[in-house]
Nanobody, 119 residues
């Protein structure tokens, strides 16, 4: 079955950096768009960034210029490099794999990894 396993979360001070990884298995990784979402306590899950199967990227305004998404199709892994972290970046970060087909889409989620930015 499909598995997405995130790692790399932790506690960091304001202005610090973290690199999240998401290792995928059970799917044809190169055909999926990959994304990172986050959910802070008491808030809805929000889109952070995506990377298409051909490498096109999108960033939410709140992380533009600070976060970088990348993928290694040979290793079935997507990365999120987070620089200049702020306390408002504190959230559980979720990896997502998505592929559309006529009439629907495949949509898979990881279990999440906690990122805490201290002020």
């Amino acid at each position: 079955q499909v598995q997405l396993v995130e790692s790399g979360g932790g506690l960091v001070q304001t202005g610090g950096s973290l690199r999240l990884s998401c290792a995928a298995s059970g799917l044809t990784f190169g055909t999926y768009a990959m994304g990172w979402y986050r959910q802070a306590p008491g808030k809805e899950r929000e889109l952070v960034t995506t990377i298409s199967s051909v490498g096109s990227t999108y960033y939410a305004d709140s992380v533009q210029g600070r976060f970088t998404i990348s993928r290694d199709n040979a290793k079935n892994t997507v990365f999120l490099l987070m620089n200049a972290l702020k306390p408002e970046d504190t959230a559980v970060y979720y990896c997502n794999a998505r592929r559309s087909f006529v009439g629907g889409q495949y949509d898979y989620w990881g279990q999440g990894t906690q990122v805490t930015v201290s002020s």
